[in-house]
């Protein structure tokens, strides 16, 4: 969070707040505005612009500064939202579908550029923000084929006399509050549906990754009403107010359970729908008939993807005694697999960790589940190369309440432990706040359906993990989340459901 003010400038030299004031990087601070009298003298009283730098997780050099909104500013974009609700709301769907494509294609175009600056600003493996971006030209041009069938009024049988439907019409001006791990597929997955339901939209994208957001913007320019989309670059403070706005119709958050739930005591200062993306403890079981090569081969990397900085990442894995050893052995020969280094080499399939306190916190878990009796078998360490690299990890023989068994990691470790049978997998899966996905990795349908019924979380796989599918709501249980994206309940959720209801015949 960062709070500024006036600062006063006496006989030319600007008298600077202190870091704390400021804030630790990476914020800066520039230019004056305004002239004022103090205590008999005159001084100029300034307001310092303040900017948020972007520094590469790789090497720390500034990839991106872009000034800061203040409440002002942020009280100017939500009216000129308003503005461009007031027109879009009543284009039809299948114009503002053709805009939208006009918007993806800009994406398409561009996607070199968008992968290069996703890699700048987090870390992300070029080879992995390409793909990035080619998901989310895929889940757009889903949402793009369903979005005129999604939307259209229900009409209910017919009656005597009466005509009843149920219409689906757009909430206003929705706020997006997006998440730096996957920050294309995150925004995507409210910013097209919210824009085919009708919605304007305001990106507030994470400090780590700003340019995703202004990106968005680039792309809608032209498409639709001035201020159709716009980004917000401020401040947690800053984007509280913007929570409280009652010209705020909705408010999509994509983060920790902790900035989660401020989000949602913030907006529970009035009558406004939340919708909840929240973390994660992925629980995968490998069953005593699983293909093991595919299942480790699968899990690792699940684990491991972007870092495994991921909400759905696979965080815990429980294997049948019977097939245990097997499963660690091999996936140490997985993990040892890793290319770790700069994250514009092609050849690079792990790059640095995003925020500078990860890998500390990764180290104390590991130590945490050591003194509790699991083995390390690789990693559990920063690298000693680069303080911001955390080379993939092994723990076996983990217990159950062990930090890396109940906290969420968001990172690359995989904690193994043995089970005898499946209902002690499934007890073990279901002993955790989060419930966003579970895994199941066997032959058997039956056995992953019986399990299925009774895990608890948003979504349960058999044989794949760490994936979306558009055509699903994207949902999860527990501290895990509220409402959905994705599918057509994403565009139900951003809508309001309207009655109608009129009697034809006196």
């Not at 400038?9 to 230019?31: D, F, V």
């Not at 990839?63 to 500013?73: F, I, K, N």
Request: with cysteine; hydrophobic share 40%; proline share 7%.
């Amino acid at each position: 969070m960062l709070e500024h003010g006036p600062i006063v400038l006496e006989a030319g030299r600007p008298i600077r707040p202190t870091p704390s004031a400021l804030g630790a990087r990476p914020w800066a601070h520039g230019a004056p505005l305004a002239d004022a009298p103090s205590r008999g003298r005159t001084v100029r009283r300034i307001t310092w612009v303040v900017n948020l730098e972007v520094e590469s997780p790789y090497d720390g050099r500034v990839v991106a500064s872009l000034p800061l909104d203040d409440e002002a500013q942020v009280s100017e974009k939500i009216a000129k939202a308003r503005e461009a609700f007031a027109v879009w709301r009543d284009v039809p769907v299948g114009e503002r579908k053709a805009a939208v494509e006009r918007a993806v294609a800009w994406f398409r175009t561009h996607a070199e550029e968008v992968a290069r600056d996703v890699t700048a600003q987090m870390g992300k493996p070029i080879v992995q923000s390409r793909r990035e971006v080619e998901t989310m030209l895929e889940r757009a041009e889903h949402m793009l084929a369903i979005c005129e069938s999604s939307l259209a009024p229900d009409v209910l049988p017919e009656a005597p006399g009466l005509v009843r439907r149920i219409e689906h019409r757009p909430l206003g001006v929705v706020l997006d509050v997006a998440a730096w791990n996957y920050p294309l597929l995150i925004a995507v997955n409210v910013v097209v549906p919210a824009v085919l339901a009708g919605n304007a939209v305001l990106v507030k994208h994470s400090a780590k990754t700003p340019l995703c957001g202004r990106h968005f913007v680039r792309a809608f320019e032209g498409v639709g009403p001035d201020g159709l989309v716009q980004d917000l670059v401020a401040t947690h403070a800053v984007t509280a107010t913007a929570v409280r706005d009652r010209r705020i119709d909705y408010v999509a958050f994509t983060g920790s359970v902790r900035g989660g739930l401020e989000v949602y005591a913030t907006a529970a200062t009035r009558c406004v729908d939340v919708g909840l993306e929240l973390g994660g403890k992925d629980p995968a079981y490998v069953a005593p008939d699983a293909d093991l090569d595919f299942a480790v081969e699968s899990v690792v990397d699940g684990a491991c993807y972007n870092a495994g900085q991921s909400c759905c990442a696979v965080e815990r894995v429980y294997v049948h005694r019977r097939i245990y050893d097997a499963f660690v052995e091999k996936a140490r020969a997985v993990l040892e697999r890793y290319v770790l280094g700069d994250p514009n080499d092609e050849a690079t399939t792990m790059g640095p960790l995003a925020s500078a306190t990860a890998p500390a916190f990764l180290a104390n878990q590991c130590k945490d589940a050591l003194d509790r009796g699991a083995r390390l078998l690789l990693g559990g360490r920063p690298s000693d190369a680069h303080p911001r690299f955390f080379p993939p990890t092994l723990l076996a023989d983990v217990p159950q309440d062990a930090r890396v068994m109940q906290e969420e990691s968001f990172g690359p470790i995989l904690p193994v432990a043995p089970v005898d049978d499946d209902d002690e997998a499934l007890a073990r899966m279901n002993d955790s706040r989060y419930g966003l996905t579970a895994s199941v990795w066997t032959r058997d349908p039956e056995r992953a359906e019986t399990m299925a019924r009774r895990l608890e979380a948003g979504t349960i796989y058999m044989n794949r993990c760490d994936v979306l599918d558009p055509a699903l709501p994207w949902t999860g249980a527990k501290d895990s989340g509220i409402g959905s994206t994705l599918s057509r309940y994403g565009f139900l959720h951003l809508t309001r459901r309207t009655s109608i209801n009129f009697r034809t015949q006196p």
